[in-house]
């Protein structure tokens, strides 16, 4: 559906069952819950989807090997159910989207002897906390084969590593296939429509006035329940309902330097539990390159958060501390910077102690607030939220939950082994091919032919992005912005910001021909991409 027209038919005097505010992961998979039930759903980003937190994670689907370090630690129950829940998780979310999301072993280099059988021991835990949905068993891993499994580890002192395994996922992509399965599932799905305020009758919210950043209108969205699944956001959604409401929610920021192809690890990950000030790292190999992350920060909440100077020689001292070899900001392809959403609790200061676990709250005036958690969990607090919001707004849905067994856009039909005959059938070549399979699932072929239709031009020399998939992302992924492509349907300003200002003019170019717009709105949109690139992402 076209953007006009579907601002038209949200302009209809309709009122739908349910309204979600915020198109990240747990609004996508809120839409996508609910819309699989059978009721009648609308989701509203106020940018993109995942422009938020969504798009800016480590990219792992994980049980968290650091709080089952606190479960087992302080006894801590609740610890100990977000590994096994997240590790529950990761399984789903390895089956139904097997095109975006992959296995990937993982080593943690240990350089003291009383440190081998704590490691093992608790990433032996982490196995047996997966149960049936194991991905493969932890084991030690000589010094030999360690450095010869991961060259660039620092050779003196390395006394063995534990070998381990976790997922590794597309997360914008995921936001982004979430919609678009919610969308085929019948929910109606809007990105840059902000919500400005709440509607309210007899003291009840009973839908929203958003206002249209690409049209420029505002109007009203009628609904028998709305949720709030704003992210960093969520206090201040709530307190559109509630002027008074307290806080829920603490921001802490996470950075991520992508280092140039030489620092790519060879198919695996390296996990440091604990650095010297006691944060996780994490050096993962992404896209070809090597992503480096993250600190964890208290900070303030914003649309765009932007990696701090300091944070950065943070990142960047770490890889001379773990590795035989030194980056330097001339490594360093692109960052950004995420803010977590972190549970509150007013006796905390420090934001690594707080936890990942969600809430889900109803206020007086029955506004129905989902927050924090992780992306692994995403389709769980999703199920939770949809089961609170049918007991609250008095809901019926034709269908119980079963978004464990429902498969993503582009899964249904993926054959893991197809990227040969992808290559073969279109003529691509061989990391194309590889790309357009794994980030489009059973869709691939669509992207394919529009390459062949003279499309086939990638958008960067060095990367394996086509031009082809700024139409399709137009056409089938609701893209409207350069960066929604740039960034969110490829990752090509995630992993070479240079790359994508060199590779803007095109996409403004196609993107103008396909969405028919004037030199003034292309002056504008290059204008205001290319600040992002050059500011943060
Ligand atoms: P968001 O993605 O921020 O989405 C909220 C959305 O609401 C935003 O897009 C925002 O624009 C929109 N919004 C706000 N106000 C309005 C409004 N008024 N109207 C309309 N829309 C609005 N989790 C993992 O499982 N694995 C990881 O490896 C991992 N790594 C992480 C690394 C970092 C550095 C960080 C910061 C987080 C990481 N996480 C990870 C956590 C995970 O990314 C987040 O829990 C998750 O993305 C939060 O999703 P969300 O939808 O709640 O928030």
Redesign the pocket.
């Known amino acids: 559906m076209k953007r006009q027209q579907l601002i038209a038919a949200l302009q209809k005097n309709r009122t739908f069952d349910l309204l979600v505010?915020?198109?990240?992961?747990?609004?996508?998979g809120v839409a996508l819950d609910a819309a699989s039930r059978g009721l009648q759903t609308v989701l509203?980003?106020?940018?993109d989807?995942?422009?938020?937190?969504?798009s800016?994670?480590?990219?792992?689907?994980?049980g968290g090997v650091r709080y089952l370090e606190m479960a087992v630690k302080r006894l801590d129950r609740n610890q100990y159910h977000l590994v096994r829940d997240?590790l529950r998780e990761r399984g789903i979310l390895l089956r139904n989207a097997p095109h975006l999301a992959a296995r990937l072993p993982l080593v943690t280099p240990l350089y003291k002897w009383y440190e081998v059988p704590y490691i093992f021991a608790g990433l032996k835990l982490y196995d047996l906390l997966a149960g049936s949905r194991s991905i493969g068993h932890s084991r030690l891993v000589g010094r030999k084969k360690s450095l010869s499994r991961y060259p660039l580890l620092k050779a003196e002192g390395l006394k063995a590593a534990v070998l381990y395994y976790d997922g590794q996922f597309h997360?914008a992509r995921m936001a982004v296939t979430l919609a678009g399965t919610a969308h085929q599932q019948g929910a109606t799905v809007a990105n840059h429509?902000?919500?400005?305020a709440l509607l309210k009758q007899n003291g009840k919210v009973c839908g929203a006035r958003v206002r249209d950043h690409l049209g420029g209108g505002e109007f009203a969205i009628h609904a028998r329940g709305v949720v709030n699944?704003?992210?960093?956001?969520a206090d201040?959604?709530r307190q559109m309902d509630d002027p008074g409401a307290q806080p829920i929610l603490k921001a802490?920021?996470?950075?991520?330097i992508v280092l140039d192809k030489r620092f790519a690890p060879p198919q695996t990950g390296v996990m440091i539990p604990e650095t010297e000030d006691g944060r996780i790292l994490f050096i993962l190999p992404w896209e070809g390159h090597a992503l480096v992350?993250?600190t964890d920060e208290p900070a303030a909440i914003s649309?765009h958060p932007r990696p701090q100077a300091e944070e950065i020689r943070y990142l960047l001292r770490h890889i001379s501390t773990y590795f035989d070899t030194v980056a330097t900001d001339a490594d360093i392809r692109s960052a950004w910077s995420?803010?977590?959403?972190l549970v509150f609790d007013p006796e905390t200061t420090d934001t690594a102690k707080l936890t990942r676990d969600h809430i889900i709250e109803v206020s007086t005036a029955k506004l129905l607030t989902i927050?924090?958690?992780?992306?692994?969990?995403?389709r769980k607090m999703a199920q939770e939220t949809v089961d609170h919001a049918l007991a609250t707004f008095g809901l019926d849905a034709a269908k119980s939950c079963h978004t464990d067994r429902l498969p993503l856009l582009g899964a249904a039909n993926f054959k893991p082994a197809g990227t040969e005959e992808l290559a073969k059938t279109y003529g691509l070549d061989a990391d194309i091919a590889h790309h357009l399979h794994h980030a489009y699932g059973d869709q691939a072929s669509k992207v394919a032919e529009l390459a062949r239709q003279g499309l086939g031009r990638r958008l960067h020399a060095e990367h394996p992005f086509l031009q082809a998939e700024v139409l399709y992302a137009v056409r089938h992924e609701f893209a409207q912005r350069p960066l929604d492509v740039l960034v969110r349907r490829t990752a090509l300003a995630l992993v070479d910001n240079q790359a994508a200002q060199m590779a803007l003019p095109r996409v403004i170019e196609l993107m103008a021909e396909e969405l028919a717009w004037d030199e003034k709105r292309q002056k504008q949109e290059i204008r205001l991409a290319m600040s992002r690139l050059e500011d943060s992402i």
């Not at 509203?44 to 940018?47: A, F, G, L, P």
């Not at 800016?56 to 994980?62: A, D, N, Q």
């Not at 699944?229 to 956001?233: K, L, V």
């Open positions: 505010i915020g198109g990240g992961a747990t609004g996508c509203v980003e106020k940018n989807f995942a422009e938020g937190t969504s800016r994670s480590t990219k792992l689907l994980h997240g997360d429509l902000e919500v400005l699944a704003t992210g960093p956001f201040r959604v802490s920021s996470g950075i991520h992350g993250t649309d995420g803010l977590r959403p927050a924090g958690g992780k992306w692994t969990t995403y």
